[in-house]
């Protein structure tokens, strides 16, 4: 292996490590976010089970047809995932869908997100 050839190991070895550091802060603001988290039924909405926090709706998890959706607020959730720890929308889609079924076990869920 020549000198440039584990340089370019080593930098794509770096790049990992960092992806991996940046997820686990995430995961860490992703837990505190659920920190103190309520749920709340609407009778006039009965198909859709709403995630808040001080006043605001964070996330909606909708059943419909035998599929789930979990809505995240883009300025509080979606955005974030993707300015502060540069995850591209199908990164997003997989860590969320990660941590709902970790931290809120629900499984099956399909992550979007909506502008409120």
């Known amino acids: 292996m020549t000198t440039e050839q584990k340089i370019q190991e080593l930098e794509k070895q770096i790049e990992s490590l960092k992806k991996e550091s940046k997820k686990n802060e995430a995961e860490q603001w992703f837990k505190s976010l659920l920190n103190g988290i309520e749920i709340r039924i609407n009778d006039n909405n009965p198909n859709s089970v709403y995630y808040e926090k001080n006043g605001k709706i964070f996330f909606e998890l909708i059943q419909n047809s035998g599929k789930r959706y979990f809505w995240c607020n883009y300025k509080l959730v979606w955005n974030i995932l993707r300015d502060k720890y540069k995850f591209n929308y199908d990164e997003i889609q997989a860590f969320i ?15 979007n997100k909506f502008i409120p």
């Open 97 to 111: 869908k990660s941590m709902v079924e970790q931290y809120l076990k629900l499984g099956a869920v399909i992550p």
